[in-house]
């Protein structure tokens, strides 16, 4: 049995995250629909023979604390972590020897350019600002 690359690891994990969004999404949108079910149903009982002592808010405040339920989606408690460390695993990390050989390019660059403006700044400008000050005396 051949192994799965990193790749086809991500994409079945993401995969399984969106179909656990999905599930969870659909499990409270049929709870949302059962809720309003029974309260048409409350209402149709009462019909034009409606007792007056009924209060109008208790029926309201239900449906109140279930918007605000639906508005404020509980945040998972380091859930920023875990995405942070499913990303991590997605990360094509480079291998031992093309970190050194980068390194020695950055190096190498690093040395060309430092003495390629050493030699600009003492051989070419310092000379030449000495020669106009000193014309200027």
Not at 69 to 74: L, V
Not at 129 to 136: P, T, Y
Request: hydrophobic share 40%.
């Amino acid at each position: 049995m051949a192994h799965k690359s990193k790749t086809q690891r991500a994409k079945a994990s993401a995969a399984k995250a969106n179909k656990k969004d999905r599930e969870e999404r659909e499990a409270i949108a049929s709870e949302n629909t059962a809720a309003a079910t029974e309260e048409t149903a409350e209402e149709s009982k009462g019909g034009l023979f409606k007792k007056k002592d009924d209060k109008p808010e208790a029926k309201q405040q239900p449906a109140a604390a279930a918007k605000k339920e639906e508005k404020k989606p509980k945040k998972k408690r380091f859930q920023f972590l875990r995405d942070v460390k499913a990303e991590m695993k997605r990360v094509t990390w480079p291998t031992r020897t093309d970190v050194i050989r980068w390194s020695g390019v950055v190096v190498g660059a690093l040395v060309f350019f430092g003495v390629y403006v050493a030699v600009l700044d003492n051989l070419i400008v310092t000379p030449a600002l000495v020669a106009l000050s000193g014309l200027g005396a």
